[in-house]
């Protein structure tokens, strides 16, 4: 019931496995481009905050007993 594998067989998955191995360090290269961009990006165009007044985190509540 086995079969052997033929000649044009492993020349095809030669093939295809290389185009894949190609096209995976085409895709990580663009998505790590992509990566390294994104987050000068935000920064860059995030308006700087203005505060409205004080901060409220830095008051204590009164207790009263």
Do not use: Y
């Amino acid at each position: 019931m086995g079969t052997s594998l033929t000649p044009e067989f492993w020349e095809r998955f030669a093939v295809l496995l290389l185009l894949a191995v190609g096209l995976t360090g085409v895709l990580a290269t663009v998505f790590a481009r992509l990566a390294d961009r994104l987050p000068r990006h935000r920064a860059h165009s995030a308006a700087p905050r203005v505060s409205s007044g004080p901060d409220r985190s830095d008051h204590r509540m009164p207790v009263h007993s």
